[in-house]
C-alpha cells in the first residue's frame, strides 16, 4: 500500500518530477552523456522529501520538549453531590523543613495523572475544609495539607466574604504544623488569586506560624487561587487579586508624600512668621515714627522742656 503524503508534499514532488522536462525549454541543450543520465526514481524523491521535512521539524519539536519549562496542570476539584464545589490552583506548591532538601508537590496535587486523594474534604455553605492526602513522600509519613476556609456575611459592606483561615501540615501520623492565614480572603462571589503564599518574608509572609514547631517549615504557593464557595460551572469565578499594603511602589509613595508634606509645612511656617515680622515693623514705625506733624511737634516740645527743668 503507498503511502500517504500530505497534499502539499505532493505539489512539491510532482514539481520535482516535471523539473527537469519544463526547464529543457529555457536552458540550451545538455550533452548526450547527460542525457543519457537514468531520471531519478520517484520513490527516491519521496524519500528525500520526507527526511528533508523531517529535518525541518526537529528544531521545533525540541523548541517543544525542552527540559525545565513550567507545566500548568488544571485545577484541584472536590466534588459534592456530583458538581465541584472547591477549586483550588497552584503554579508550584513546595515545603522544606529547616535545611533539609526542598519538597516540589506540584504534579502530586495537579496532575490529572496522578489524582490525589481529597476524599476527606468538606463543603458547606459557611465552612469549608481542604484536605490532600500525599501518602509516604521523602521521609515524611501519611504527609497532608489541609486549608480550611470559612464563609461570613459582613453587614458593613453587604455582601458575603471568604477567607482562608489556616493551613495546616499534617505528617508522621501526629505531627502537625499550623499556619495562620487571615489575610488571604476575598468576596464570595470572586475566587482569591496571589502570586505568592507563603511563610516566607520575602513573599510578605501571608502564613504566619501559629507554634514555634511551625516556624521550622517554610511553605509557599506560587501562582495561588482558590474558590471554595458559589462555584458555578466548574470554572474560576472573576478574580479578586491579593494586595499587599508596604510593597517597594507603596512604600516609597508614602516616603516621597511625608516629605512633601513636611517641606509644605516649613513653608507655611515661614509665611506666617514673615507676616507676623511685618506686623511688629509696622507698630514700631508708629511709635518711634509718628506720621502725623502735631504729634511729632509736640513729641519735640517735651524733649525740649525735659531738658530746660534738668
Wanted: with cysteine; charged share 20%; proline share 5%.
Amino acid at each position: 500500500m503507498a503511502p500517504k503524503y500530505p497534499k502539499h508534499c505532493c505539489i512539491l514532488l510532482s514539481l520535482l518530477l516535471f523539473h527537469p522536462s519544463s526547464s529543457s525549454r529555457f536552458e540550451p541543450q545538455q550533452s548526450d552523456s547527460a542525457a543519457a543520465a537514468p531520471a531519478p526514481d520517484s520513490e527516491e524523491v519521496a524519500d528525500q522529501l520526507t527526511k528533508l521535512m523531517l529535518f525541518n521539524d526537529t528544531p521545533r519539536r525540541k523548541l517543544l520538549q525542552t527540559s525545565g519549562a513550567a507545566v500548568f496542570f488544571p485545577p484541584l476539584k472536590v466534588l459534592s453531590n456530583g458538581k465541584p464545589c472547591i477549586m483550588f490552583q497552584a503554579r508550584k506548591l513546595s515545603l522544606r523543613y529547616e535545611r533539609q532538601k526542598q519538597v516540589d508537590l506540584t504534579e502530586r496535587a495537579f496532575s490529572p495523572h496522578k489524582a490525589i486523594d481529597t476524599t476527606q474534604s468538606v463543603c458547606r455553605q459557611d465552612k469549608a475544609t481542604l484536605v490532600m492526602r500525599f501518602g509516604d513522600v521523602d521521609d515524611l509519613r501519611g504527609l497532608s495539607i489541609r486549608l480550611q476556609l470559612s464563609n461570613t456575611f459582613y453587614e458593613a459592606s453587604g455582601q458575603w466574604w471568604f477567607s482562608v483561615d489556616s493551613v495546616s501540615l499534617l505528617y508522621n501520623i501526629s505531627e502537625e504544623a499550623v499556619f495562620n492565614a487571615s489575610e488571604v480572603y476575598a468576596p464570595s462571589s470572586s475566587s482569591y488569586h496571589c502570586m505568592h503564599v507563603s511563610s516566607l518574608e520575602r513573599y510578605s509572609a501571608l502564613l504566619q506560624p501559629r507554634s514555634e514547631h511551625a516556624r521550622r517549615w517554610t511553605i509557599t504557593f506560587t501562582d495561588f487561587q482558590i474558590q471554595a464557595f458559589n462555584v458555578t460551572s466548574g470554572r474560576f469565578s472573576p478574580v479578586s487579586d491579593c494586595t499587599t499594603f508596604l510593597t517597594p511602589a507603596i512604600l516609597m509613595g508614602l516616603v516621597t508624600s511625608l516629605i512633601l508634606l513636611l517641606v509644605l509645612a516649613y513653608a507655611l511656617h515661614l509665611l506666617v512668621h514673615l507676616k507676623h515680622i511685618e506686623r511688629d515693623d509696622e507698630r514700631k514705625a508708629h511709635i518711634y515714627f509718628p506720621q502725623n506733624p502735631e504729634q511729632s511737634e509736640r513729641c519735640c516740645m517735651e524733649n525740649i522742656a525735659d531738658k530746660d527743668i534738668a
